[in-house]
Every structure is written in structure tokens, then in C-alpha cells.
């Protein structure tokens, strides 16, 4: 168990849809990343939230947004959802950031996201 | 942008047999460097990682990784794996100043007993 923890683990919609993925990190860490792995892509970094802001951007599509809030939990909304979005989502948390040294990245277990 | 290879995406091997899983990456600036394992079913956890000092790096569970700066690899090996090692492996870059990992395309690794 990684200490990060994330809701729900699979997730059925359909089409058009909108969903929300939720995260929470480990007790003390800042930073929360979003990862989307999917068959053809592979693992793809979304985007970071350090201590509530954006710290980061990555592959992320304009449908897709998060936030994260002053308890530290972040959450990934995803909208207009097509059948190219099911993929496996994942969190991970860090203490910090990376500067002169890394914060090692700890993965949830990952949300299944299914779209019909 | 940085990229990363991994060039076995299907390894099957006997228990007892050395194991190496290539990586490479392209990028030209400093980058720290990173193998993670996902065994099934479970999250996804960090076996080993690089940023600086000694290019041999030895992990949790026997693996170590060497890396060659000259040719942009970052090679794991374990000298004699175990059933339980069945898993996928994924390498993983970050470059220095930057937050997000990109991940190799991970190699599915089954050890047969």
C-alpha cells in the first residue's frame, strides 16, 4: 500500500458524459500528478498540483481539467468523455517538487475508467 | 521533449535466469532516471532510481541498473530471477527542472518456474 488512495476503482459511462476521478495523497506530501494509462499511449503524464496550484501540464486534453484543494485531495474531471478516453487513470503524490533534488513519486491504485 | 524506449515489450524467462531489460531516452539535457515495477493487480512502485553519483544503482528485490550517459541507456538486470518477478516494468525519465515522468511503454516480463 502506497499511502495514496484513489476513488472509485472502476467507473462505467457512457459517451458525452462528464465524470470525476478522486485522489488523495499520502499524509504530508504537496504534490499531486495525474497519469493516464491507456493500450496505445502507454503511461502519459495529464498534470501536477503542487500545495493547490498548477504546477505542471502535460498530454492533457482541453476536456480535461483538475484541481486541487486545501486539504491536499485533488480531483480529475473529465468531460465529453469519448471511447478513446477508457483508459486506467493514475495519482501520484511527492513531498515536494523537483529542484536540487526529486521527490520520489508514490502511484495509487489507479481508477478504471470504462466509456460505452 | 523527452522520449523513452524500451525495447523488449514481451520477456519470458526461466527461474534462475539472468535478466537485463533495455531503456533508453532521448533528451539532451540532465535528466534523473527511474525504473518502476507494477505486479499484478497492484499499484505501481518504484524499483530504482538515478540522479546522480555512482551510474550503478542498485534497488529493492536484487535489480540494479547501470547508466551510460554516452549512450542514453538505462539498462536494469537482475542476476537470477525469481517466479514472483513476473510483472511489468516500466523506465522512466524526468527531466531536471521539470515535474511530470514519461514512461517507457513498459515490458511484460513472466517468469516460468
Known amino acids: 500500500d502506497s499511502g495514496v488512495t484513489q476513488t472509485p476503482k472502476h467507473l462505467i459511462t457512457a459517451t458525452g458524459q462528464r465524470v470525476t476521478l478522486r485522489c488523495s495523497p499520502r499524509?504530508?506530501?504537496?504534490?499531486v500528478y495525474w497519469y493516464q494509462q491507456s493500450l496505445d499511449q502507454g503511461l502519459q503524464f495529464l498534470i501536477q498540483?503542487?500545495?493547490?496550484?498548477?504546477?505542471a501540464k502535460g498530454n492533457i486534453l482541453e476536456r480535461f481539467s483538475a484541481q486541487q484543494f486545501p486539504d491536499l485531495h485533488s480531483e480529475l474531471n473529465l468531460s465529453s468523455l469519448e471511447l478513446g478516453d477508457s483508459a486506467l487513470y493514475f495519482c501520484a503524490s511527492s513531498k515536494g517538487t523537483t529542484g536540487s533534488s526529486y521527490n520520489e513519486q508514490f502511484f495509487g491504485p489507479g481508477t478504471r475508467l470504462t466509456v460505452l | 521533449a523527452q522520449s523513452v524506449s524500451q525495447h523488449n515489450h514481451h520477456v519470458i524467462l526461466s527461474e534462475a535466469a539472468s535478466l537485463e531489460l533495455g531503456c533508453n531516452y532521448s533528451y539532451g539535457g540532465t535528466v534523473n532516471l527511474f525504473w518502476y515495477v507494477q505486479y499484478p493487480g497492484q499499484h505501481l512502485q518504484l524499483l530504482l532510481k538515478?540522479?546522480?553519483?555512482?551510474?550503478l544503482v542498485k534497488g529493492i528485490k536484487g535489480f540494479e541498473a547501470e547508466f551510460i550517459k554516452s549512450k542514453f541507456s538505462f539498462n536494469l538486470r537482475k542476476p537470477s530471477v525469481q517466479w514472483s518477478d513476473t510483472a511489468e516494468y516500466f523506465c522512466?525519465?524526468?527531466?531536471?527542472?521539470?515535474?511530470?515522468?514519461?514512461f517507457g511503454k513498459g515490458t511484460h516480463l513472466i517468469i516460468q518456474p
Open positions: 538515478y540522479f546522480s553519483g555512482d551510474p
Open positions: 498540483y503542487y500545495n493547490g496550484e498548477e504546477r
Open positions: 499524509s504530508g506530501d504537496l504534490s
Open positions: 522512466a525519465v524526468n527531466a531536471r527542472g521539470a515535474d511530470g515522468l514519461t
